[in-house]
């Protein structure tokens, strides 16, 4: 049984930092491309940042040179370090396999950008 949960998100001022973490349970973990998506208020989830098995990172244009995808082997966490957030940044935040797979979606975490 495959378990994703994401914590560390909540309110911070435009130009403020966040780090989310996302705790993995199950066998996936060491094989799989990992990702973080988001999801704002309106729109279609997206993948903005991602991590194959041998630490290659990519990232969605609007998040280049902010955000930073890091993963922990050892712990089995997978982090997303945020920096100068905007508020365009604001939504719910949720790592998955990268492609993702349906049955993995945890609850995710808030990130909120505003002052």
């Known amino acids: 049984q495959v378990q994703l949960v994401e914590s560390g998100g909540g309110l911070v001022q435009p130009g403020g930092s966040l780090r989310l973490s996302c705790a993995v349970s199950?066998?996936?973990?060491?094989?799989?491309?990992m990702g973080w998506y988001r999801q704002a208020p309106g729109k279609e989830r997206e993948l903005v940042a991602a991590?194959?098995?041998?630490?290659?990172?990519n990232y969605v244009d609007s998040v280049k040179g902010r955000f930073t995808i890091s993963r922990d082997y050892a712990k089995k966490m997978v982090y997303l370090h945020m920096n100068n957030l905007k508020p365009e940044d604001t939504a719910v935040y949720y790592c998955?396999?990268?492609?993702?797979?349906?049955?993995?979606w945890g609850q995710g975490t808030q990130v909120t950008v505003s002052s």
């Open positions: 998955n396999r990268n492609p993702y797979r349906p049955d993995y």
């Open positions: 199950g066998s996936i973990f060491s094989v799989y491309a």
């Open positions: 991590i194959s098995g041998s630490g290659a990172t």
